[in-house]
């Protein structure tokens, strides 16, 4: 017998860059950077990169004290091609991001204000591929779910006597007391796994940059941005997924009451697009009357073009929710992981005073510049396909979109050659040594 009500494999198409938190940094002594390129590797790579003796080099360095750190990050940089041939994966970077590089490794101390660390996002440590993970995609789904059933209401005193008011809100709108009764265990969702058609690069490390939402003119900007490893914009039916809606009808018999949970897959992307679909377009709207999304003063051909598709070829598919969009990982912003009508984000005000308001006062913005106020983009956004679905106009733009990524091919190519050229090398002279 089948328990399963609906099962479906779904296709995620990037519009934007994604970071998933992995809680892991690539750190200036497991890069380099050249050419507006990072190189990774380990340390078993860089030992058969540098040979033995400069790896003693390198230990001798971490005893010499405070300035240990850079001056083995100055020694690894000057082997940069050496490295750059043996590392096991490499991804384009910002041009601001080369910059910081190149200005502090091994230049100035690694205070606060000058790290180099990189936050990576979330991958697969077999083949450093990027992972959308199954709970992260439900995590965003069920935040849908939720502020349709809670209908925009606010707070009950019920749920602001509670502790824990964000967990109290939720049983009390999924009607469930343990977390084994909770209704969103019948929808399955497995991680989905990086695989492009065309092979273009997975990553790419970009610069989260903090923006006001209501900037005053002649205003300084925030330069002090994060640096991270992002899903890269426009790939697409890039990650592919097995999403699956157990038959609730044996669960509910069995907890004797109707759960509050869409009764099938179109329903929960209906939810999903009355949720995410307004808040990208008002996103749109916004970036494009601050300047933010701008060109030399003219809205990006990206967010133009994005935003005739919603209201063209797209419109029919997310209007009979056969497609649906999604906000996922860090930096899409508060108020797209809370619900309407009880959202209370915390604003801290000097000195060290806190507000709560339904709104940030600042939003983080994908930068290629330290400086940028144009040519900024969102993160987190991505359109999943319910089944491969006929998006030729949709799939032209991204195809456009991505050109850049096209253009790199044939380096890539090369690149990848001829590490496998130097593999072979070492270990031929290994297995002589042998």
């Known amino acids: 017998m089948n328990n399963f009500l609906q099962q479906q494999k779904c296709f995620i198409t990037t519009l934007a860059p994604v970071h998933m938190g992995a809680g892991e940094d690539y750190y200036p002594t497991q890069y ?21 003796n400069m790896m003693n080099q390198l230990a001798s360095l971490a005893e010499t004290g405070d300035r240990a750190l850079m001056a083995i990050q100055t020694e690894i940089n000057k082997q940069k091609d050496k490295l750059k041939t043996i590392a096991e994966h490499c991804m384009p970077v910002a041009h601001g ?10 230049k100035t101390k690694q205070d606060a204000n000058n790290k180099l660390e990189i936050q990576r996002t979330f991958y697969n ?11 992260g995609i439900k995590g965003a789904i069920r935040t849908a779910i939720l502020d349709e059933i809670n209908k925009g209401n606010a707070l009950t005193n019920e749920v602001r006597s509670e502790k824990n008011q964000a967990k109290s809100l939720q049983s009390k709108l999924l009607d469930y007391k343990k977390v084994d009764e909770d209704p969103m265990r019948l929808l399955k969702l ?24 209501n900037p005053r003119e002649g205003q300084e900007v925030n330069k002090m941005p994060v640096m991270l490893e992002c899903i890269a914009p426009w790939r697409s039916r890039s990650f592919t997924f097995d999403i699956a809606l157990l038959d609730r009808s044996l669960a509910e018999q069995k907890a004797q009451k109707t759960f509050r949970l869409p009764s099938d897959l179109k329903a929960i992307a209906a939810a999903c697009n009355r949720y995410y679909r307004p808040k990208l377009e008002k996103e749109l709207a916004f970036l494009d009357q ?4 701008h060109i030399n003063k003219i809205e990006a051909t990206w967010a133009k073009q994005l935003r005739t598709l919603l209201t063209g070829e797209l419109k029919e598919l997310l209007d009979s929710n056969r497609v649906f969009l999604l906000r996922l990982g860090k930096h899409g912003g508060a108020e797209d ?22 709104k940030t006062t600042e939003i983080r913005l994908a930068a290629h510049n330290v400086g940028d106020t144009q040519n900024l983009m969102p993160f987190g956004w991505v359109l999943i396909e319910l089944g491969e679905q006929n998006l030729p106009e949709t799939m032209k733009f991204v195809r456009e979109m991505a050109e850049p990524a096209y253009a790199r091919l044939k380096k890539d190519a090369a690149r990848v050659a001829e590490r496998e050229k130097v593999l072979e090398e070492q270990h031929a002279k290994e297995k002589a040594e042998r």
Do not use: C, W
Not at 97 to 105: D, E, K, L, P
Not at 125 to 135: A, H, K, Q, Y
Not at 203 to 212: F, H, M, P, V, Y
Not at 290 to 293: E, K, N, Q
């Open 125 to 135: 440590p077999f083949d450093s591929l990027p992972v959308v993970t199954g709970s």
């Open 190 to 213: 497995s991680d989905a796994t990086y695989n492009h058609d065309d092979n273009l690069n997975a990553t790419e490390i970009l610069l989260a940059a903090s923006r006001k939402r």
């Open 290 to 293: 601050r300047g933010y999304s």
């Open 97 to 106: 991001v080369q910059s910081i590089y190149t200005s502090r490794i091994g």
């Open 337 to 358: 992981k809370t619900l309407n009508g009880v959202r209370s984000i915390r604003i801290m005000r000097p000195p060290q005073q806190a507000e709560f308001r339904d």
């Open 32 to 52: 380099v950077m050249d050419e507006g390129m990072l190189y990774a590797f380990d340390e078993m790579q860089m030992s058969k990169a540098l040979g033995s």
